[in-house]
């Protein structure tokens, strides 16, 4: 006969169930356990057809219950019965029959339609060949809960979600990371599941798109790879513009292995759209095959001034440099190809990193128009993809126009998101010392009058002077930048001692102080203000690396009015000095 196993850490809900469903022991038997820990149990001992399980559960959990099925016994289904879902959910769970789901207080006839529809399956032995990914994701996200969800497809390659209090935010898959890798396997048509304790250590959050988009966008690429690759129909207008405007925006995000595997697919069945051709030929790294598709775009669109446009950046290509047989980049912000790794474009002359000759001469011979449209694509996909490399390109792109505050505020981003990356420490660090040595423009508009506004303002701050107290020259002269920009009068010190040498000659407005100091630390100079009543009503900030609630506490306890972990943007260091200088 047919066992049942149905899990539910209360007694209340399970008595009434099991009576409920007497009249059914002539199809199926009742097991019951009171947690997922007792199940697994009883599941050693016992073979089950179907599973009715709650997810809120002590000692181990529905989730996890639910894990250890689809490693164990993937093809036994499962009904998930919980208080805490909704409507919309339920069409997610119940996707190919893989989940039923139910909502509590539990309608008893329901779940006996649901227990017996998956008794026939099983009998059938149609019933599982793994977990709904999409679906699991769904009840983490619902429950909340803070793991790493491990998936295993059918050909045993395996994938990591990360999750923190139900947001998913990050995942990995072989090479790929963060939307990319978790659009990829919630695609998967069936997996084995295992849930694995989350690490103490931060998540960062490199999800850019909320869980559900993530399922929709997955679910629509399916759709799109079976029309596109399997089927020999030629694609729709409406399916031709869709892939495309997704190729494109692969490519203005620099993924150009995806926008020309997509591009490829395109062409495949459209081989006359001229404008996928122009496309392909700026995401390719093979310089024939740039020649070939603007060829094509050329013959499909003969007057189309952007084909003619990319005509003359290949023929920049093959004049510096650019054979037939080597592998090409394209410059980020024009597109056009090149070698190796030249210093800049030879077409919109834009740097490509931060050097001694761009800092001395950044928008020399620069192609203005072609860098603010840069600028405005990546502030546009920024607002959607947080990648380093896209802040990177943003940063290059503002101090190439003279911009200096904001390449520095996107380059203080990047380090952010990516903290182990060594170039571009090393190029912050340029910069840094750069606007720390030479008196700054304020960007290509500084000829043009200033708004009275802010003029108003820089002027009121004149006479307010912030004393930064921190032994680190690189972090010290950036706030000295920052800073004078704004407006304000700004004394440094590298140590505690030199801050009370300060403090002999003149008051200061607001201290910025270090924690970590050789000699006397940011405490002791903190206690000594705190201290001496010319001194003790000054707000001070603490700036310090940690991130520890015992650093906090501490702080706080000795009198600062705001602790600054580092690193720091340009406007969360404004905002604060702010605060306290009106």
Same mark, same amino acid.
């Given at each position: 006969?047919? @066992?049942?196993?149905?899990?539910?850490?209360?007694?209340?809900?399970?008595?009434?169930?099991?009576?409920?469903?007497?009249?059914?022991?002539?199809?199926?038997?009742?097991?019951?356990?009171?947690?997922?820990?007792?199940?697994?149990?009883?599941?050693?001992?016992?073979?089950?057809?179907?599973?009715?399980?709650?997810?809120?559960?002590?000692?181990?959990?529905?989730?996890?219950?639910?894990?250890?099925?689809?490693?164990?016994?993937?093809?036994?289904?499962?009904?998930?019965?919980?208080?805490?879902?909704?409507?919309?959910?339920?069409?997610?769970?119940?996707?190919?029959?893989?989940?039923?789901?139910?909502?509590?207080?539990?309608?008893?006839?329901?779940?006996?339609?649901?227990?017996?529809?998956?008794?026939?399956?099983?009998?059938?032995?149609?019933?599982?060949?793994?977990?709904?990914?999409?679906?699991?994701?769904?009840?983490?996200?619902?429950?909340?809960?803070?793991?790493?969800?491990?998936?295993?497809?059918?050909?045993?390659?395996?994938?990591?979600?990360?999750?923190?209090?139900?947001?998913?935010?990050?995942?990995?898959?072989?090479?790929?990371?963060?939307?990319?890798?978790?659009?990829?396997?919630?695609?998967?048509?069936?997996?084995?599941?295992?849930?694995?304790?989350?690490?103490?250590?931060?998540?960062?959050?490199?999800?850019?798109?909320?869980?559900?988009?993530?399922?929709?966008?997955?679910?629509?690429?399916?759709?799109?790879?079976?029309?596109?690759?399997?089927?020999?129909?030629?694609?729709?207008?409406?399916?031709?513009?869709?892939?495309?405007?997704?190729?494109?925006?692969?490519?203005?995000?620099?993924?150009?292995?995806?926008?020309?595997?997509?591009?490829?697919?395109?062409?495949?069945?459209?081989?006359? &759209?001229?404008?996928?051709?122009?496309?392909?030929?700026?995401?390719?790294?093979?310089?024939?095959?740039?020649?070939?598709?603007?060829? &094509?775009?050329?013959?499909?669109?003969?007057? &189309?001034?952007?084909?003619?446009?990319?005509?003359?950046?290949?023929?920049?290509?093959?004049?510096?440099?650019?054979?037939?047989?080597?592998?090409?980049?394209?410059?980020?912000?024009?597109?056009?190809?090149?070698?190796?790794?030249?210093?800049?474009?030879?077409?919109?002359?834009?740097?490509?990193?931060?050097?001694?000759?761009?800092?001395?001469?950044?928008?020399?011979?620069?192609?203005?128009?072609?860098?603010?449209?840069?600028?405005?694509?990546?502030?546009?996909?920024?607002?959607?993809?947080? @990648?380093?490399?896209?802040?990177?390109?943003?940063?290059?792109?503002?101090?190439?126009?003279?911009?200096?505050?904001?390449?520095?505020?996107?380059?203080?981003?990047?380090?952010?998101?990516?903290?182990?990356?060594?170039?571009?420490?090393?190029?912050?660090?340029?910069?840094?010392?750069?606007?720390?040595?030479?008196?700054?423009?304020?960007?290509?508009?500084?000829?043009?009058?200033?708004?009275?506004?802010?003029?108003?303002?820089?002027?009121?701050?004149?006479? @307010?002077?912030?004393?930064?107290?921190?032994?680190?020259?690189?972090?010290?002269?950036?706030?000295?930048?920052?800073?004078?920009?704004?407006?304000?009068?700004?004394?440094?010190?590298?140590?505690?001692?030199?801050?009370?040498?300060?403090?002999?000659?003149?008051?200061?407005?607001?201290?910025?102080?270090?924690?970590?100091?050789?000699?006397?630390?940011?405490?002791?100079?903190?206690?000594?203000?705190?201290? &001496?009543?010319?001194?003790?009503?000054?707000?001070?900030?603490?700036?310090?690396?940690?991130?520890?609630?015992?650093?906090?506490?501490?702080?706080?306890?000795?009198?600062?009015?705001?602790?600054?972990?580092?690193?720091?943007?340009?406007?969360?260091?404004?905002?604060?000095?702010?605060?306290?200088?009106?």
């Amino acid at each position: 006969m047919n @066992k049942v196993l149905i899990v539910d850490d209360s007694q209340e809900l399970l008595n009434p169930i099991v009576l409920g469903l007497r009249k059914y022991e002539s199809d199926f038997e009742i097991l019951t356990a009171a947690n997922g820990e007792e199940a697994v149990c009883l599941l050693k001992k016992e073979s089950v057809s179907a599973l009715v399980t709650d997810l809120y559960m002590p000692k181990m959990d529905g989730l996890e219950l639910l894990a250890y099925m689809s490693q164990n016994q993937p093809r036994v289904p499962c009904i998930v019965m919980t208080a805490f879902g909704s409507a919309e959910i339920q069409d997610i769970l119940d996707q190919r029959g893989i989940f039923h789901y139910l909502e509590k207080p539990i309608d008893l006839q329901a779940l006996a339609n649901a227990i017996i529809d998956a008794l026939a399956q099983f009998e059938q032995g149609t019933s599982l060949d793994g977990l709904s990914v999409a679906g699991f994701l769904q009840l983490i996200e619902m429950e909340e809960k803070s793991c790493i969800l491990e998936a295993s497809n059918a050909r045993k390659e395996t994938g990591r979600f990360y999750f923190v209090k139900g947001r998913l935010h990050n995942a990995e898959y072989q090479d790929l990371t963060a939307d990319r890798a978790a659009m990829t396997m919630i695609g998967w048509k069936s997996a084995r599941l295992r849930i694995k304790s989350l690490p103490e250590e931060k998540q960062e959050k490199k999800i850019g798109f909320g869980l559900k988009t993530l399922i929709l966008e997955s679910a629509r690429r399916k759709d799109e790879l079976k029309k596109n690759v399997i089927s020999s129909e030629p694609l729709k207008k409406s399916d031709t513009r869709d892939l495309l405007y997704q190729a494109i925006r692969r490519a203005e995000a620099n993924e150009n292995k995806q926008a020309q595997q997509m591009l490829a697919t395109l062409l495949k069945q459209n081989p006359r &759209n001229s404008v996928a051709w122009l496309w392909y030929s700026r995401v390719t790294d093979n310089i024939k095959a740039v020649e070939a598709a603007l060829d &094509n775009a050329k013959i499909l669109a003969e007057n &189309n001034p952007e084909v003619a446009e990319e005509i003359k950046k290949l023929q920049v290509a093959y004049e510096n440099g650019c054979s037939k047989s080597t592998a090409i980049r394209h410059c980020p912000f024009c597109r056009t190809p090149y070698v190796e790794s030249p210093e800049s474009c030879a077409h919109c002359k834009a740097y490509f990193r931060i050097t001694p000759a761009m800092l001395r001469s950044p928008k020399k011979q620069v192609n203005k128009e072609i860098i603010d449209l840069a600028i405005h694509r990546y502030t546009k996909i920024i607002l959607v993809e947080k @990648k380093p490399r896209i802040h990177f390109n943003l940063a290059l792109a503002h101090l190439n126009r003279n911009q200096w505050e904001e390449g520095l505020d996107q380059l203080y981003k990047t380090r952010k998101m990516d903290p182990d990356n060594e170039q571009c420490r090393r190029q912050l660090n340029l910069l840094l010392d750069h606007m720390a040595n030479v008196e700054l423009p304020m960007g290509d508009n500084s000829s043009q009058a200033p708004d009275k506004k802010i003029v108003a303002a820089t002027e009121n701050r004149r006479d @307010k002077t912030v004393l930064v107290v921190e032994d680190s020259a690189t972090t010290r002269k950036v706030i000295t930048v920052i800073l004078r920009h704004e407006g304000f009068d700004v004394i440094e010190a590298k140590d505690g001692i030199e801050a009370m040498a300060r403090f002999n000659e003149m008051t200061p407005d607001l201290v910025l102080l270090d924690i970590v100091m050789p000699g006397m630390d940011g405490y002791q100079v903190l206690s000594t203000m705190k201290h &001496n009543n010319n001194f003790r009503k000054i707000p001070v900030i603490m700036l310090t690396a940690r991130d520890g609630m015992i650093d906090k506490v501490k702080g706080r306890m000795s009198g600062c009015n705001e602790y600054l972990t580092k690193p720091f943007t340009p406007e969360e260091l404004t905002a604060r000095v702010r605060k306290y200088l009106k």
